[in-house]
C-alpha cells in the first residue's frame, strides 16, 4: 500500500501562507491526490484534490484564490500553497491517495498519512 507523509504545518499569523508537501513510498502519477483537513469536533472534509490527469479542483477556495494543490512530478509530491490563511483554517491536514476520481468524500481514498498540524493564530 502506497505510504504518504506530510509535510510544513505550523504555526502561522492569520493572513499569512503556509505550502503543505504530500510525499509518497510509490510513484504518484497513478493516482489522484487530496488533501483533507479535521478540526477538533468536526467531521473530516475535502480541501483540495488533483487528479492522475492534472486536473486540480478546490473544495473550500472554489475560486482557488486562497489554496492551490499541484504536482512537482520531479519531486514524486503534491503541494498545498495556503495563502491568506484565517483562523477556521486551523486543523491537522491530511494527503489521501485514490485510484478512482477525485471527490471530497474521505471515505473514497485508501491511502491516508498521518496528518500535519496547522494552527492559525496570533
Known amino acids: 500500500q502506497l505510504q504518504l507523509v506530510e509535510s510544513g504545518g505550523g504555526l502561522v499569523q492569520p493572513g499569512g501562507s503556509l505550502r503543505l508537501s504530500c510525499a509518497a513510498s510509490?510513484?504518484?502519477?497513478?493516482?489522484?491526490i487530496g488533501w483533507f483537513r479535521q478540526a477538533p469536533g468536526k467531521e473530516r472534509e475535502g480541501v483540495s484534490c488533483v487528479t492522475s490527469a492534472n486536473t486540480d479542483i478546490n473544495y473550500v477556495d472554489p475560486q482557488k484564490v486562497r489554496f492551490t494543490i499541484s504536482r512537482n512530478y520531479a519531486a514524486n509530491t503534491v503541494l498545498l500553497q495556503m495563502d491568506s490563511l484565517k483562523s477556521e483554517d486551523t486543523a491537522i491536514y491530511y494527503c489521501?491517495?485514490?485510484?478512482?476520481?477525485?471527490?471530497?468524500?474521505?471515505?473514497?481514498?485508501?491511502?491516508w498519512g498521518q496528518g500535519t498540524p496547522v494552527t492559525v493564530s496570533s
Open positions: 489521501a491517495a485514490t485510484t478512482r476520481w477525485c471527490t471530497n468524500d474521505w471515505r473514497d481514498f485508501g491511502s
Open positions: 510509490g510513484s504518484l502519477d497513478a493516482y489522484a
